[in-house]
């Protein structure tokens, strides 16, 4: 699997979308930091953490994971690679777990690079009070709200198969990112797998009165379901050249 | 016993109500090279990717070197090494980080086996070059490297000459004939250039409407071309009454043409008498010529046939 996941950050090389993703990891704190230097939206680093983290996995990261999803799994088919891989000869079932895990490190890699420039571009703003446990439980609450709402990706897997074009993923993603803004407040928002990951992970799930043994298995649920169409749409059906 | 390298039984392929390969029994030979020869859409390329699994049959059995592949896919797959249609690479990347990714997955990476292929096919100094500025001829041969870099004992080649320049068909053309003569590869390569398969293979299948509608051997198809004799004649009609007289019958033993021009199809030994026949008669023979048939008709009345 090393060798796999390794070839997958090598496919990247001079890969735009994957400068794109890293660009769109900084927007949130660069919004943030518009804010804070045009309207003085947060004076201290707890607030700057607290409003990146949320803008990144309850709205951002909706959008941004769409479009890395139908980039890593679309481009198979677009750029007619899949044919090649195949006969190399790898086992769909592999393919599909290397991407899985690609898709995880890259999420990983964007979860850095969002924590990491906001402690940057707080520090650029002059905040007040930083200390190394408070970008510590900062990194970790966006760590895992972005992985649980990886979870919840795995559907996306599956129409970035059926439909190989990017757009339909892209216009999902952007759907779904509206209805996080909707739905966020409501009384049923703890339901909705793309909201619940953020809401678990501040802690916000404890004024919904939905458990939290309810978002997780809103999570798992949405994950196995994902994993299991992709899974047997990907090795039943015949390559598309 | 031959030993085949492939062989199919009653291999089909249906999608929804269209039948595009019908109970196919191809039989490929170890060490030969099997030229499949059929128009567009004549099943080629199914077969092809259901050979090589990307495409599962709705019928019948694959046997890939004697083996199932469905039971031994990473055994079989990894002796064989194709390119179905247009080979397919990732376009940011060069043609040697491209062949990297393929060896590295297929674990038998070596930069020295990488640096030689791209020799061998003549694209040692684009290696650095990324694949999408790449022009038509080179991504193939880049295809045919990736097929060949690992030393297959099979080659599944789908019309692998499509878009290379007279040049280039005549380099992958030497190439194929001395993997398969000095190496003893097995290659099978489609094509719907007729020419390019009579040049290249020892065995061809004839491929029409997803039926495989003859495999034979180089050898073999010589004498089963139609040989005829032909006569370019000033009276047609006169010519045609003559061989009438000697109960030779229209479209079975002789066809004509209005320009003047008459097929004698059966009793070729006697050309030298119906010519004396005719210059006895009055008629001018301008030109009698012994033709055989070319593997365009031969196809054509194949086809027509079937």
Known sequence: ?????????????????????????????????????????????????????????????????SIIISYLFGREYNEHTLKTMLTIPISRGKFLMSKYVMF??????????????TAILGFILGLEGFTLKLFIDSFAQLLYANVLLFLTFSPFVFLSLFITNMVPAMVGGAGLTLVNLMVYS???????PWVCPYLIASGEIAIYSAGVDVSYGVILATFLIGLAISYIYFTKKDVTL | MVDYVIETRNLSKKYSKDLVVDSLNMHVEKGKIYGLLGKNGAGKTTTMCMLLNLTYPSAGEILLFGKDPKKHSKEIYSRVGSIIETPGFYENLSAYENLKIVSKLRGDFDPYCIKSVLEMVNLEDAKSKKYKDFSLGMKQRLGIAAAIMHNPDLLILDEPINGLDPFGIKEIRALLKRLSHEFGITILISSHILSEIENIADVIGFMDEGVLIEEISKGDLHNKLDKFVEFEVSDVDLAV???????LKENKDFTYANSGIIRLHSNLALRDKFNALF?????????????????????????NNN
């Open chain 2, 279 to 303: 210059v006895k008669s009055g008629i001018d023979v301008r030109k009698v010529n012994l033709c055989e048939e070319n593997l365009e008709d031969f196809f054509t009345r194949m086809i």
């Open chain 1, 1 to 65: 699997m090393l060798t796999f996941i390794e070839m997958e950050f090598l496919k990247l090389k001079r890969s735009n979308i994957f400068l794109l993703s890293l660009i769109g990891a900084i927007t949130p704190p660069l919004l943030m930091f518009i804010a804070v230097f045009a309207f003085g939206e947060a004076n201290s680093f707890e607030a700057l953490f607290t409003n990146v983290n949320m803008y990144m996995s309850a709205i951002f990261a909706v959008l941004l994971f």
């Open chain 1, 186 to 192: 409501q009384s049923w928002a703890p339901y909705v």
């Open chain 1, 104 to 117: 995880l490190a890259w999420v990983l890699i964007l979860t850095a690079v969002t924590s990491i420039s």
């Open chain 2, 241 to 247: 009454m003559i061989l009438e007289k000697l109960e």
